[in-house]
């Protein structure tokens, strides 16, 4: 069984940057997958950054250049640095691991707006 609790949510004008944590309640090395989706109203779940299972990085092509996925082994801990945010980024995100299954944190709101 794996826990994993996102913060760092929060409002931000257009322009700004948030960083989210997830923590997770065992060690993120054995781990097969982890990183994080986000789904806005109307809209179904979307990739937005993970460490695959051959520790590569997936970036979703709307975030490229703006989010960085970053992890700290030692606190369990992954990261989402979001700079230059956009009314678009607007949603409530999801961290996500695999390991022999898939557990969703609780999510975390961003909204971006004036």
């Known amino acids: 069984q794996v826990q994993l609790v996102e913060s760092g949510g929060g409002l931000v004008q257009p322009g700004g940057s948030l960083r989210l944590s997830c923590a997770a309640s065992?060690?993120?090395?054995?781990?097969?997958?982890m990183g994080w989706y986000r789904q806005a109203p109307g809209k179904q779940r979307e990739l937005v950054a993970t460490?695959?299972?051959?520790?590569?990085?997936n970036y979703a092509d709307s975030v490229k250049g703006r989010f960085t996925i970053s992890r700290d082994n030692a606190k369990n801990t992954v990261y989402l640095q979001m700079n230059s945010l956009k009314p678009e980024d607007t949603a409530v995100y999801y961290c996500?691991?695999?390991?022999?299954?898939?557990?969703w944190g609780q999510g975390t709101q961003v909204t971006v707006s004036s």
């Open positions: 460490f695959t299972t051959r520790d590569s990085i």
């Open positions: 996500n691991a695999i390991k022999w299954r898939v557990y």
């Open positions: 065992t060690t993120i090395s054995s781990i097969s997958a």
